[in-house]
């Protein structure tokens, strides 16, 4: 069974740079499109980024693009958030899952919609204040 386990959360300034990491285990992370969520307080989770399992395609949400980055490395089994420039406005738990959708199994691609992930990782917090 694929379990995934977020790291790399903190407290970070406004402004700053942050690089969350999402590990594999079970698996080879390889097969598998991965993406990023968060949650904010009182808030429904959302998409962030996704990337397919080669690390051809990503996908980002308008209120990151520009400012985080998705990687992957499938030998080290570890999936990437490089967050810059963040805002209070990033504050919150942020999750990482396995896509299943049908353009992540057959076509490399991803897509940010909650209900086509599984294997949700425990979160990691990220809090950005002065």
């Known amino acids: 069974q694929l379990q995934l386990v977020e790291s790399g959360g903190g407290l970070v300034q406004p402004g700053g740079s942050l690089r969350l990491s999402c590990a594999a285990s079970g698996y080879t992370l390889d097969s598998y499109g991965i993406g990023w969520f968060r949650q904010a307080p009182g808030k429904e989770r959302e998409g962030v980024s996704c990337?397919?399992?080669?690390?051809?395609?990503?996908n980002y949400a308008d209120s990151v693009k520009g400012r985080f980055t998705i990687t992957r490395d499938n030998a080290k089994k570890t999936v990437y958030l490089q967050m810059s420039g963040v805002t209070p406005k990033d504050t919150a738990v942020y999750y990482c899952a396995r896509d299943l959708s049908l353009k992540a199994r057959l076509f490399s691609g991803c897509v940010l919609s909650e209900r086509d992930y599984d294997s949700w990782g425990q979160g990691t917090q990220v809090t950005v204040s002065s």
């Open positions: 990337i397919s399992k080669s690390g051809g395609s990503t």
